[in-house]
């Protein structure tokens, strides 16, 4: 598997996320804030451009971080 190197102590878990996400097209990653969720998504996506694949990136603006569905209403507008 090549791309960008796991977070430290994350290589099983970013090997099962890609078992999922190739098995299922997508993922669900939970857990309080700080155990490194964002990391751990940021490093599969890194590994997933560097196989060539597509990556999208869906996050709130600052905005509308209160507003239930904005990010997925932004990227549907933006398809």
């Known amino acids: 598997m090549g791309g960008s190197p796991a977070p430290v102590g994350r290589e099983e878990?970013?090997?099962?996320?890609e078992r999922v996400l190739?098995?299922?097209g997508r993922a669900l990653l939970t857990g309080t804030a700080g155990v490194g969720k964002t990391?751990?998504?940021?490093?599969?996506?890194?590994?997933a451009e560097a196989r060539g694949e597509t990556v999208l990136w869906l996050a709130t603006l600052p905005a509308d971080r209160d507003i239930p569905g904005a990010a997925a209403a932004a990227l549907v507008a933006s398809a």
């Open 39 to 47: 990391e751990v998504a940021l490093a599969e996506a890194a590994r």
């Open 13 to 17: 878990l970013l090997s099962r996320l």
């Open 22 to 24: 190739h098995s299922r």
